[in-house]
């Protein structure tokens, strides 16, 4: 098991001031899998994957990724190692357009340095059309596909993708699993946090849900689904 | 709009006719006026490359003025020429930033401003105790003469200002197509996603500021070997940080041909109003906030937002083409 592991957690802490945001965290994703991660507003999701990205030092213990403690890299040195990731609100550089977007990832993020598959990337998100356009301009839905072209842009082994699909409508939401299957084809390895259900149960292969910042269940969408930890932890 | 070959050529044509300037006799008061002019967008450009292009709201300019100048002066005392004192006063401007980079790059934002300001204060205090060489005052205070620089006539220092400016607008437009201005403008839209981008935030930004640095020093140095006379309060005044600052935003901020047309709005302001004493800079806040509330996107801003530019392109391009007609 543990030669396969893109990334091992290994119980983490993180703290901000009194409040524990992340507890003894331990999982483990396997190479080409796609993890859902899934809690309740306020479970230390998104401040799990700033401490994978570098954005945080965790308080303890280790991050491994491809069997290389990453514990207390630069986001930089992450993305350069092959972690890339997408946030909840969209953070696109809003004064560029949609390909340089992409150009900044491409040329500071990956290894190859080569940019031919920008094309592509946007292709497969749909935003070749807009390629010219200010990042600044676009509507939502196109931001937050903005987003994930942006990660893959940096050829990355591993994406970290922070609710993409939250504030889509529901007629979106089959493009979205569209696309992130597209993504898994691509044989990369994906930590998904999500809020909607579907995308969650569609998507994923395995599921680690988190509470109060610790985990308090692990299996795959059905198992989990039934939980009881995690039934009272969604509805009390 | 493809532009067209004709406007490299005008610019061309301007150029030779600026550098021709000091030998057909042109009036003095003109090459004072076009000196300044080249120092203060030199200053300019480097710091809408700064503020425009990387984020970086960086209010010491007058430190790298004063402390290349001061370079310039001490060692022209010690026997060094006043060519090697202008490399070697930039090159210490450029060695300042490097030292004072990683406890301002620590702040972001206004917090950089502010961090960035004090430093020229500092300076220009120690400068005003610190005597290295010579014992006697030469001029107010703890001001040094710059020696040796008096066979070089206002036409040299004249060619020097306009080599520095054009330089300045050359390194622009060649980092703004590079990698590194590709890094700058990613910093400066959102510094979060450009390291998770995998830029090194720290890295790119210590390489636009020492290259701010190097040539705001190389353009300080050089006012001081046109002008050849420094004093702490002169070397360290914030007129250094004024009018870079104020050709850039009345010019148009993050656009490259924004410093021109504010350093050419900026020096005319100052001989037109340096009746005035005073009152000058006073003024020329006043028509700064008065651009920044009129047109926040600069004049250049304005001018591309109307399409003034297409005018002229146009009439560049039926002209190109009855040229190549002709030639056929």
């Known amino acids: 098991m543990l030669e396969t592991a893109v990334l091992s957690v290994d119980r983490v802490n993180k703290r901000f001031g009194g409040i524990v945001a992340v507890k003894d965290m331990t999982f483990e994703v396997q190479a080409g899998e796609v993890l859902g991660l899934m809690g309740p507003n306020g479970a230390g999701k998104t401040t799990l994957l700033n401490l994978i990205a570098g954005v945080y030092r ?115 939401i089959p493009r979205i699993l569209d696309i992130t299957k597209q993504v898994r084809k691509m044989g990369k390895t994906i930590i998904l946090v999500e809020h909607v259900m579907k995308v969650m149960v569609e998507a994923v292969d395995r599921i680690v849900v988190m509470d109060k910042g610790e985990k308090i269940a692990e299996g795959t969408p059905g198992e989990v689904m039934k939980d009881e930890k995690v039934l009272a932890a969604y509805f009390g | 709009m493809k532009i067209p070959r004709l406007t490299t050529l005008v610019s061309v044509a301007v150029l030779v006719v600026l550098a021709l300037f000091p030998v057909i006799g042109i009036p003095l008061t003109w ?5 300044l002019f080249f120092i203060y967008l030199a200053l300019a450009n480097m710091w809408n490359l700064l503020a425009g292009y990387s984020g970086l709201i960086c209010l ?26 202008l490399i070697a006063g930039a090159v ?121 640095a190097f040539i705001m020093g190389i353009a300080g140095a050089a006012y001081y070997i046109y002008s ?33 047309i504010g350093a050419a709005i900026v020096t005319f302001l100052t001989f037109q109003l340096a009746p005035y004493g005073a009152w000058s800079l006073f003024i020329q806040g006043v028509i700064l906030i008065a651009v920044v509330l009129v047109v926040p996107q600069g004049i250049a801003g304005f001018l591309r937002q109307v399409g003034a530019y297409r005018f002229p392109l146009k009439l560049f391009q039926a002209a190109e083409g009855k040229i190549h007609k002709n030639l056929k």
């Open chain 2, 31 to 35: 090459l004072n006026y076009l000196f």
């Open chain 2, 92 to 212: 210490v401007a450029a060695l300042f930033a490097l030292l004072i980079s990683y406890p301002v790059f620590r702040m972001r934002g206004i917090y950089f401003a502010i961090g960035t300001l004090i430093l020229p204060e500092v300076l220009r205090v120690w400068f005003s105790f610190w005597r290295p060489v010579g014992n006697i005052y030469q001029g107010m205070g703890a001001g040094y003469s710059v020696t040796g620089v008096a066979g070089v006539t206002l036409g040299d220092t004249y060619w020097l200002g306009l080599a520095i400016a054009v330089a300045s607008i050359f390194l622009v437009h060649i980092i703004l197509r590079t990698r590194l201005g590709l890094g700058l403008k990613a910093i400066r839209d959102n510094e979060n996603t450009a390291a998770s981008g995998g830029v090194n935030v720290f890295q790119v930004k210590l390489y636009s500021f020492l290259i701010a």
């Open chain 1, 58 to 172: 965790p308080d303890s213990g280790r991050v491994l990724f491809q069997g290389k403690d990453i514990t207390r890299c630069a986001p930089h040195k992450t993305c350069h190692l092959g972690i890339a990731r997408t946030y909840q609100i969209p953070q696109p550089f809003t004064h560029l357009s949609v390909r340089d977007n992409l150009l900044v990832t491409a040329t500071y993020g990956s290894k190859k340095g080569d940019t031919f598959e920008l094309d592509e990337i946007l292709d497969l998100v749909d935003l070749s059309k807009q390629k010219g356009m200010i990042a600044g301009d676009l509507a939502t839905i196109s931001l937050k596909k903005l987003e994930l072209a942006r990660a893959l842009a940096s050829d990355p082994t591993l994406i970290l993708l922070d609710e993409v699909a939250a504030g889509s409508t529901d007629a979106e």
């Open chain 2, 60 to 85: 010491c300019p007058h430190a790298f003025v004063g402390l290349a100048g001061y370079t310039l002066a001490i060692g022209t005392w010690v026997g060094v020429p006043f060519q090697v004192g």
């Open chain 2, 228 to 260: 050849p006379r420094i004093n702490p309060v002169g070397g360290f005044s914030i007129r250094w940080l004024l009018m870079p600052l104020m050709a850039t935003v009345i010019g148009g901020e993050g656009i490259e041909e924004g410093p021109i």
